[in-house]
């Protein structure tokens, strides 16, 4: 072990997993049923202009909603990490994260070095 205190990390992850599935909730609450449903519920004599802003609403929606999904699966990662012993190691190289750049991003599994690398793709 590297030593970290992972009590304070694992608290600060269920917080942001908690606040991002209540996120979610309201996500699919505003948006319910599916495309098909939607369509159902559609007037025929529909305005073009009208189709245009509902398709831009709803690619806004599911864009965030994959950004939290993302995020929840980031958290759900770290909290495994937490249970396996194996959080504040870099998943890439193996080198411990460091406790500044964990308390910035405790859902972060890599170094900053690994991220950057990955970030220039
Ligand atoms: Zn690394």
Redesign the pocket.
Known sequence: MAGIDTAPFRQALEEERARIAHALENLHRENPGSLEDESQEMPLDNHPAEMATVTVDREIDSSLEEHEEHVLAEIDAALARIDAGSYGI?V??A?EIGEERLQARPSTA??I??RRRDERG
């Open positions: 870099c890439t190289c080198a890599q170094c070095d690994c």
